[in-house]
């Protein structure tokens, strides 16, 4: 057992203490020491995406980096998008999947909502090439893409 | 059981991803030992299940030491002590996914995410870009200071994995690991950067020619870290283009080149480079046959014959993702266009 060192992460404004090993991946840290299981592992080498969170306000692969690399940093995962979901009061990214059918299992969608948060931000009104682009980095074995895409437009309708 | 089917799936990822075929068949000449339930002898590597005692040990990688130095003197203290035992730890994106399947099992880390000092993007008094070897690969390609000093590798930074992995990687990492897929390290020759290095013993300078040396291997030694990566300034009448052919958007490509054309005041050519990825243990610069532009006026029928002539010059390998013949023609096609796009480029120059 190596030795473990004390982190302290903020994660959706909440400030989590624990100590850890170097070797804990801050996709585990996040799902078995604090228990957001919104955030899934598919591969856990950086392929599929569903793992991203925003580190700092940027989208990054949860399973590559190490969780004592986040100390002292933030984060923000899916259960950050609506801190106390309903139907009523979803994200519009979220009510977009929902409504333009942008999911089937729903494995993937917490990767692509995370991916997608910081894009519409900075791009409000993206054209399908800049959409297919970003989406290029995650996989989704069911939708085919398509609902997805129409989704992203949805939401950038009605973020605008 | 359910090792068993984990650790084949597993092992069938790690084929589908690694983008060399002497890593593949390393991988499946390991898996084989496996199965057959023998330790392999390698202490670098074990290809044990990670998930074996998932119980109590739920980590993918094995254990590690760890150090986060806050500066550079700090972190080459390290490597002094520590030779090839330490590793940088710089993006993690190439690093921790072998770690992660444990083909790579280093003893110590030693993160350089916390040195400020070694994330920057400058202009250089002649005019050329220096950029710090910390610098994100994401801010590489926003910096309108790379557009205007050093436009090929703006344009090339999109062709890197995905904006999630950009975020995190660093624009020095992917130039050490030196992955012959990877796109930077072709940039680096065709521009012909220089690569400044340090360790306690003290700061040398490496041409790009001389830092590539083999598959994943650089001139750098243990205990040397890169630092910074110089762009020299390029003559008026300069045209760049990068193009590569993959099977995904961000997948590493099967076959990527790169060229630089600079022309002379009557449009005559002054000088072109041109230099591929993906078909060979490292970066590949073409010689022979770009020598035919030299001093000509370059038309399509030139740049045509220059692009049957590049394969005298290129032994790619053939793999799962392409064959030998695909490559080649791979390899004659975007030499064309490359060629074509840093030509026309370089004619309709502007100061
Ligand atoms: C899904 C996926 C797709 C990808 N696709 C591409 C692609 O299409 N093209 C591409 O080019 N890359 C691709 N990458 C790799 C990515 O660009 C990496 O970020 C990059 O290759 C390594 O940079 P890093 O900063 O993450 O380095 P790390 O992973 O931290 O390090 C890589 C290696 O370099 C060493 N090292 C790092 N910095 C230094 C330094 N300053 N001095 C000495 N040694 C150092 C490390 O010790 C390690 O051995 C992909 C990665 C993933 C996960
Ligand atoms: S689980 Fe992180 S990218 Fe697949
Ligand atoms: S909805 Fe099932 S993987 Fe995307």
């Not at chain 1, 955030?39 to 004592?68: M, Q, Y």
């Not at chain 2, 890169?226 to 993959?246: H, M, Q």
Request: a negative charge; hydrophobic letters at 40%; one cysteine or more.
């Amino acid at each position: 057992m190596t030795e473990k060192y004390p982190i302290t992460i903020t994660i959706n404004g909440t400030e989590y203490q624990r100590e850890v090993e170097p070797r804990l991946l801050l996709s585990d840290f996040i799902r078995h020491e604090v228990g957001l299981t919104g955030t899934h592992v598919g591969c856990e080498h950086g392929v599929c995406g569903t793992c991203t969170i925003l580190f700092d306000g940027e989208a990054v692969r949860s399973c590559i980096i190490l969780a004592i690399q986040a100390n002292g940093h933030e984060l923000k995962t899916v259960e950050g998008l609506t801190p106390n979901p309903t139907l009523e009061n979803l994200h519009p990214l979220q009510a977009s999947f929902r409504e333009a059918h942008g999911l089937q299992c729903g494995f993937c969608t917490s990767g692509f909502l995370m991916t997608l948060e910081p894009f519409l931000a900075e791009n409000p009104n993206p054209t399908e090439m800049e959409i297919r682009e970003i989406l290029s980095g995650n996989i989704c074995r069911c939708t085919g893409y398509q609902h997805i895409v129409e989704a992203v437009k949805l939401a950038a309708e009605k973020m605008r | 059981m359910i090792y068993l089917t984990k650790h084949l799936i597993f092992t069938y990822l790690l084929l589908k991803f690694l983008p060399n075929r002497d890593w593949r068949l390393e991988v499946v000449k390991r898996e084989r030992t496996y199965l057959r339930g023998e330790k392999h002898t390698s202490q670098e590597i074990s290809l044990q299940p990670p998930t074996a005692n998932l119980q109590q040990n739920p980590m993918k990688p094995p254990p590690f030491k760890y150090h986060a130095p806050t500066t550079l003197d700090e972190a080459l203290s390290y490597f002094a002590e520590y030779g090839d035992e330490a590793k940088p730890l710089a993006g993690g994106q190439s690093l921790i996914p072998a770690m992660n399947f444990r083909l790579a099992q280093p003893e110590l880390l030693i993160d350089l995410n916390n040195i400020p000092a070694l994330a920057y993007i400058r202009a250089t008094d002649n005019g050329g870009l220096s950029i710090g070897a910390m610098t994100r690969q994401r801010q590489v390609e926003r910096s309108d200071l790379v557009a205007k000093h050093a436009p090929l590798i703006s344009s090339t930074m999109p062709y890197i994995a995905h904006i999630q992995i950009r975020n995190r990687g660093t624009f020095g990492g992917s130039l050490a690991h030196a992955d012959p897929s990877s796109e930077l390290p072709a940039v680096a020759l065709v521009l012909d950067a220089s690569f400044h290095v340090q360790s306690q013993r003290g700061r040398r300078t490496i041409p790009a020619k001389q830092f590539f040396t083999d598959l994943f291997e650089t001139a750098l030694a243990p205990d040397e870290l890169l630092i910074d990566i110089t762009i020299p300034a390029k003559p008026a009448r300069t045209g760049y283009a990068f193009d590569e052919v993959a099977r995904r958007h961000g997948d590493y490509a099967l076959v990527g080149a790169t060229a630089v054309v600079t022309l002379d005041q009557a449009g005559a050519c002054q000088q072109a480079q041109l230099v591929f990825l993906s078909v060979g243990p490292r970066p590949v610069a073409i010689t022979q046959a770009t020598s035919m532009l030299h001093g000509q006026t370059i038309t399509p029928n030139l740049i045509d014959t220059v692009a049957e002539a590049v394969n005298q010059e290129l032994d790619p390998p053939g793999d799962i993702h392409a064959s030998v013949d695909y490559r080649r023609h791979l390899a004659k096609v975007l030499a064309r266009r490359v060629l074509t796009v840093a030509v026309n480029e370089a004619r309709d120059y502007k100061r």
